[in-house]
Antibody, heavy 123, light 109 residues
Framework: QVQLVESGGGVVQPERSLRLSCAASGFTFNSYVMHWVRQAPGKGLEWVAVIWYDGSNKFYADSVKGRFTISRDNSKNTVYLQMTSLRAEDTAVYYC????????????????WGQGTLVTVSS | EIVLTQSPGTLSLSPGEGATLFCRASQSVSSSYLVWYQQKPGQAPRLLMYGASTRAAGIPDRFSGSGSGTDFTLTISRLEPEDFAVYYCQEYGSSPRGTFGQGTKVEIK
């Protein structure tokens, strides 16, 4: 069955960096665009970043552009989110998500989600 | 950038009642790119509806979606105890970025 397992969250001081990982299994990873979505405590969902199935294109939310970098290693079936210059407002549960359809940016919406990893930015 | 506004913010209903949730876009969107999610506390969201009106696998038929242009609706015909949750709409046709609505909480009255 499809699994997405995030890791790498934790407590980090403002202006520091953190790298999140999302290990995928149960599907042809290199055929799917992958996304990160976050949710601040008690708040709604916020789309963060997307990477094409071959890594050729990446897009970011304005709130993280220039600070976060999405990447993937198709040989390891893993997508990453490198977060730098972290701010208190980046505190959230970070989910990786996979669309329903392969080879499409967000075709059919996000069918598969990880369990999330909590990032807390605090001094 | 398209903004999605969901209403109401909270719906207080009893099991067995029907629920109607609204999602309004700031400009016209293709219904092909409008989806709905359900999220329960401590859980990841679950895809309910895609293409505005197609139920995702395993979603019971008491859930239905409709709409076009700027106005979309998610209807739950008879609320079951497990349906009390937060519901989000999302649009993804206008850019590679997927815009979410702010959510509607369906709570037990």
């Amino acid at each position: 069955q499809v699994q997405l397992v995030e890791s790498g969250g934790g407590v980090v001081q403002p202006e520091r960096s953190l790298r999140l990982s999302c290990a995928a299994s149960g599907f042809t990873f290199n055929s799917y665009v992958m996304h990160w979505v976050r949710q601040a405590p008690g708040k709604g969902l916020e789309w963060v970043a997307v990477i094409w199935y071959d890594g050729s294109n990446k897009f970011y939310a304005d709130s993280v552009k220039g600070r976060f970098t999405i990447s993937r290693d198709n040989s390891k079936n893993t997508v990453y989110l490198q977060m730098t210059s972290l701010r208190a407002e980046d505190t959230a549960v970070y989910y990786c998500a996979r669309p329903l359809r392969k080879m499409q940016t967000m075709g059919g919406g996000f069918l598969e989600w990880g369990q999330g990893t909590l990032v807390t930015v605090s001094s | 950038e398209i903004v999605l506004t969901q209403s109401p913010g909270t719906l207080s209903l009893s099991p067995g009642e029907g629920a109607t949730l609204f999602c309004r876009a700031s400009q016209s969107v293709s219904s092909s790119y409008l989806v709905w999610y359900q999220q329960k506390p401590g859980q990841a969201p679950r895809l309910l509806m895609y293409g505005a009106s197609t139920r995702a696998a395993g979603i019971p038929d008491r859930f239905s979606g409709s709409g076009s242009g700027t106005d979309f609706t998610l209807t739950i015909s008879r609320l079951e105890p497990e349906d009390f949750a937060v519901y989000y709409c999302q649009e993804y046709g206008s850019s590679p970025r997927g815009t979410f609505g702010q959510g509607t909480k369906v709570e037990i009255k």
